[in-house]
């Protein structure tokens, strides 16, 4: 056995070699024997860094001690206090949000709480293809005419310094409650919360807007208390707010570790309780039966969010999230369901256009030389859905990916998606400040820009070699880390229950992947878009049902579907099996090789 590879596996049908995540076994005895766990959950937790001591807080993780002070964020106070004083005196205060999935918490976090101290709260959230990303000044100026003289940016307005300047100087009042990069220089906004500010100094830089946003209600929670607001009247409920926080952290894709764990761990049992009228709607449109997870949040109950937005009207999510009208809530999930699926028609005929646009431009050189960032453009493509196909174009090429969607006027919408160690919003802001942006910014994972046509080769060629070196470091660490093998038998529902008692999962806390060795393929024939279906058999007999998704036309799903290929160890990630009230797994395959292929 080669020792170096899981199962001797050095190139399997998706290319890649098999290790372990974890690099010592001691620890995941050690957490097994102290907790009377099975192995294979002490050697996921040993492979996410928990050390034996801290296993039984890692399991129950409790924002009684993960919660910080809000006012470790810089400019925190002053903003709490200056909302605090305007809930008192009755001001008109408005919200301008994003128009995505984070955006749309984060606004219905602030209505929801404006709305439980008796004041009101006017959302405001700009349509993407006439006004785009941020805040803008038309929109301020009729927030303006409205009466209104504060207003709350969240999830945007950290890099809006020309608006912000603008509103200033129309004698309106910014508070910007926000999460992406920003540079040295500040725009010129009353305060201005955001933990990646450079003088920021919390260490909360992986919240998304949400994350700040609920803090933010914290602070202006406490200012209210200490001024004897609540002396005749209840103290909200906040944790109540926790399944909106939830929703937005996990389809914001930040790390989901720490203070962002606590959230979505703690938000998931909010949600089952169902107490948001909008969010129960739109779960029985997505036949979200049962106890809801993180994967139903991001696949679910995101992408519907975000179809108003994409597709239709930009605040029916916040509206959604807001509403306390049961009928109101249903006719509005019924129409981002729709919207959904228009969305998803527009993403395919888009993603096919920017394939067959890469593929081409690979064919003119060296074949298999992919750049260190893969960029697709069009004309005419419809700006919404630019941010998916990114993701997809990630997903194929394992590069960070840029879809931009240019105009008649050679003006461009532009979104991008990363790779695990490759900092993108970092690269689009040291962009935008060379010059090659009218616009941009974002996250590690994540990033928007604005451009006009004729800037675009300048701006591929000084992103491609910005990250050069980090996509290199990435690739060469493209292996599949697995936490273990299993038989067929071993991957069972009790297991699967454990597992998910060490989640929630996500971004920067991985889901479980294991190994099932030799299993012969018994059945298999293709669903829906391209997914592979199967029944695996292991050698003593033992049957597990499997799905490789998107996988019909790759090596690996044509393996599967060639029952000629022999045994083959497979690898991939346990998932529920509820059908008609089963209760058992499949494995969600992700990879394999024929045994015959694995060093022995």
């Known amino acids: 056995m080669n020792h170096k590879h899981f199962l001797g596996v050095d190139r399997s049908l998706t290319g890649r070699s098999w290790v372990s995540r974890l690099s010592d076994d001691r620890a995941a005895l050690a957490i097994a024997q102290r907790e009377g766990l099975p192995e294979i959950i002490g050697r996921v937790l040993a492979g996410r860094g928990i050390a034996p001591d801290d296993v039984a807080a890692y399991l129950a993780p409790s924002l009684k001690t993960l919660l910080p002070d809000p006012s470790v964020l810089k400019d925190m106070d002053r903003a709490a206090k200056r909302i605090g004083a305007a809930i008192m005196a009755g001001e008109k205060v408005a919200v301008f949000g994003d128009y995505d999935v984070d955006g749309a918490t984060s606004s219905a976090v602030l209505q929801r709480f404006f709305r439980s101290v008796g004041s009101d709260l006017r959302i405001y959230i700009p349509d993407r293809i006439r006004e785009g990303y941020g805040p803008n000044a038309p929109a301020f100026m009729t927030l303006r005419d409205e009466g209104i003289r504060l207003i709350i940016t969240v999830d945007c307005g950290t890099m809006a310094h020309r608006v912000l300047g603008v509103a200033a100087d129309a004698g309106l009042e910014i508070v ?62 906040l944790l109540s707010l926790l399944d909106l926080v939830a929703l937005g952290t996990v389809c914001d894709v930040v790390p989901l570790v720490g203070l962002n764990r606590a959230f979505v761990s703690q938000g998931l049992r909010v949600m089952f309780k169902r107490g948001n009228v909008g969010l129960a709607a739109l779960g029985d449109v997505a036949r979200l039966d049962g106890k809801p997870a993180a994967y139903h949040l991001g696949f679910l109950l995101g992408p519907r969010v975000n179809a108003g937005g994409r597709v239709g009207r930009s605040d029916l999510g916040a509206r959604l999230l807001t509403t306390e009208d049961k009928d109101e809530a249903e006719a509005i999930a019924m129409e981002l369901d729709v919207l959904n699926k228009e969305r998803q028609a527009i993403e395919a005929d888009v993603l096919t256009l920017a394939m067959e646009q890469l593929e081409n431009r690979q064919e003119t050189t060296r074949k298999n030389e992919l750049p260190s960032v893969v960029v697709a453009s069009g004309k005419g493509w419809h700006p919404g859905v630019i941010g998916i196909v990114a993701a997809r174009l990630k997903e194929k090429y394992e590069r960070p990916a840029v879809v931009i969607a240019f105009d008649a006027k050679g003006e461009g919408k532009g979104s991008g998606r990363s790779i695990q160690g490759v900092d993108l919003g970092r690269a689009v802001t040291a962009a935008l400040e060379a010059g090659h942006l009218v616009n941009g910014g974002g996250h590690a994972m994540a990033a928007g820009m604005t451009l006009s046509e004729d800037k675009l080769d300048g701006f591929v060629a ?28 071993g991957a069972s529902r009790e297991l699967y229950e454990m597992l998910e008692q060490a989640g929630p999962y996500g971004a920067g806390n991985p889901e479980p992947r294991f190994a099932v060795p030799s299993m012969t393929v018994v059945h298999a024939g293709i669903v829906g878009k391209n997914h592979v279906r199967c029944t695996l058999m292991g050698e003593d007999g033992t049957r597990l049902k499997a799905m490789a998704f998107r996988a019909s036309d790759t090596p690996l799903g044509k393996a599967l579907l060639d029952r000629g290929t022999g045994p083959v160890h497979v690898a991939g990630r346990l998932k529920a099996d509820d059908w008609q009230g089963r209760r058992g797994v499949q494995l969600n395959i992700e990879d394999a090789v024929a045994t015959r292929d694995a060093v022995r």
């Open 176 to 237: 910007v409650i926000d999460h992406h990069q920003a540079e040295p220089s500040l725009p010129p906004a009353f305060a201005l919360v955001n933990p990646n500010r450079l003088d920021d100094e919390s260490g909360l830089g992986s919240l998304a807007a949400v994350g700040v946003a609920f803090l933010f209600v914290v602070a202006i929670n406490r200012v209210l208390r200490e001024a004897g607001f609540y002396s005749d009247r209840k103290e909200p409920d």
């Open 462 to 489: 000084f992103l491609s070699e910005r990250i050069a070196d980090d996509v290199s470091a990435a690739s060469e660490s493209r292996a599949l880390r697995l936490d273990g093998a299993l038989s067929g038998r």
